[in-house]
Structures are given as C-alpha cells and as structure tokens.
C-alpha cells in the first residue's frame, strides 16, 4: 500500500543548470544535492519547505548507465498556482518557453519548458 505522494523524478543531460532554472524562474528551493564520484547524480527541489512532494533531477547520463532498462522520458506534469496567468507572464518576461493560457472543461492551464525543453503545465488553483 503507498501512503504518501513523495517524489517525481526527472532525468535531465544537467541537473545543475535545470536546477537553476527551478530555483530562479519557478521559485522552488534546493533541498538536496546527492554525488557519486564527485559529479552531480541528483538536485531534490520543493516549492516550499514544508512540502510533502519534491521533484528530483537525477542526471540522465548516471542514471542511463546504472539502470540501462529504466524509460528515461520526461513525465507530464501538472503544477498548480493560484495565479496562472501572473505566473505564465512572468516567465515570460524572463524570456522563458510558455504556452498561451487556454481555458478548458472550466480550468485554465499553460504550459512552460525548461532550459532542456522538457515541457511542464501548471493549472489554475
């Protein structure tokens, strides 16, 4: 039986930028930093600190060789905001890859990528 939500893991070519990109563009915090022979295997974020969920850019490289048979694609995620549309337009400000803001079924989403172009939605609360 699975009694929490903790983690989603993302594979990226470098963790440190994306992570950067995270920290600085989304406003989430760096909780962890993990190495294996002195590089980057990992970078654990959350959107704030008493977050249950965290997102974890593994290194997808380190990852390819250690687990060859995992399925490294991004997964489609869906982030929540209170102000989707001030969020999408201040990523955009900054220069940073957003969809146009559609309402569907009564939920207004975009979409946003990040430096690697893995692509990420968020919906309105």
């Known amino acids: ?9 993302v594979y990226v070519n470098d963790p440190e930028r994306v992570a950067a990109f ?3 563009e989304i406003g989430f915090s760096r909780r962890d930093t993990q190495r294996v022979d002195g590089r980057v295997l990992s970078i654990e974020l959350a959107a704030s600190p008493d ?4 997102l974890v850019l593994f290194d997808r ?8 048979e ?3 694609a991004t997964p489609s995620i869906l982030f929540g ?4 549309a001030g969020m999408r337009a201040s ?8 969809g146009e803001l559609a309402t569907m079924g009564g939920r207004t989403t975009f979409n ?3 430096p690697e172009d893995n692509y990420f939605a968020v919906e309105q609360l």
């Not at 977050?51 to 965290?54: F, L, Q, R, S």
């Not at 905001?81 to 989707?84: I, N, T, V």
């Open 1 to 9: 039986m699975i009694d929490q939500f903790g983690k989603v893991m």
């Open 22 to 24: 995270w920290e600085r």
């Open 51 to 54: 977050d249950t969920t965290a």
């Open 61 to 68: 490289a380190t990852v390819a060789r250690m687990a060859p």
């Open 70 to 72: 995992l399925d490294l």
């Open 81 to 84: 905001s209170k102000d989707a």
């Open 91 to 98: 990523l955009d400000a900054a220069g940073v890859t957003v």
């Open 112 to 114: 946003f990528a990040d």
